[in-house]
T-cell receptor, first 109, second 113 residues
Framework: DAKTTQPPSMDCAEGRAANLPCNHSTISGNEYVYWYRQIHSQGPQYIIHGLKNNETNEMASLIITEDRKSSTLILPHATLRDTAVYYCIVRALDNDMRFGAGTRLTVKP | GAGVSQTPSNKVTEKGKYVELRCDPISGHTALYWYRQSLGQGPEFLIYFQGTGAADDSGLPNDRFFAVRPEGSVSTLKIQRTERGDSAVYLC???????????FGQGTRLTVV
């Protein structure tokens, strides 16, 4: 059972920032927030993860609220190749990754 | 290898037959996961290996499904008496440790006719 809630779909204009929300109100203190994405017909691809501090890498930024009950994945300059299903996953180190339905992001020219 | 390799990429089998799906993880990765994904849905967890042992097989839907990883590297997912409802993409992933990122293969598309 997924512990996260995500909107089923979102649109974003090419070149703009894409902000993908995720609610995880029942997150435990030892659980991390992970983001993966899945481009059509490919396996999921890791994007970023964090515990409580904001994180940034070459792909995206992860903003986690102070109470850790929600987070936002930010793609700073979305391109057409960022069109994919984005999955927010909450997991502890001794647990497995359970995927929900994700958010289908469509980047439009 | 450079990534997680799954073979075959496509498999068509008749209802009632036995199938084996193979996963070659990234060299040195101790954690290995199997998922299956139906059209329009997120990946569904099946089983997790840490080394040679199945640390969590709670996602296997029934006793027709079984997976092994005898030497802590290659894993085989085995499905007996296949049913049409088993048709899906079966995904394998590996990671160095549980907390690190998991790398997924391209999947095996299983079609039971």
């Amino acid at each position: 059972d997924a512990k996260t809630t995500q909107p089923p779909s979102m649109d974003c204009a090419e070149g703009r920032a894409a902000n993908l929300p995720c609610n995880h109100s029942t997150i435990s203190g030892n659980e991390y927030v992970y983001w993966y994405r899945q481009i059509h017909s490919q396996g999921p691809q890791y994007i970023i993860h964090g515990l409580k501090n904001n994180e940034t890498n070459e792909m995206a930024s992860l903003i986690i609220t102070e109470d850790r009950k929600s987070s936002t994945l930010i793609l700073p300059h979305a391109t057409l190749r960022d069109t994919a299903v984005y999955y927010c996953i909450v997991r502890a180190l001794d647990n497995d990754m359970r995927f929900g339905a994700g958010t289908r992001l469509t980047v439009k020219p | 290898g450079a990534g997680v390799s799954q073979t075959p990429s496509n498999k068509v089998t008749e209802k009632g037959k036995y199938v084996e799906l193979r996963c070659d993880p990234i060299s040195g990765h101790t954690a290995l996961y199997w998922y299956r994904q139906s059209l329009g849905q997120g990946p569904e967890f099946l089983i997790y290996f840490q080394g040679t042992g199945a640390a969590d097989d709670s996602g296997l839907p029934n006793d027709r499904f079984f997976a092994v990883r005898p030497e802590g590297s290659v894993s085989t997912l085995k499905i007996q008496r296949t049913e049409r409802g088993d048709s899906a993409v079966y995904l394998c992933a590996s990671s160095q440790a549980r907390v690190t990122e998991a790398f997924f293969g391209q999947g095996t598309r299983l079609t039971v006719v």
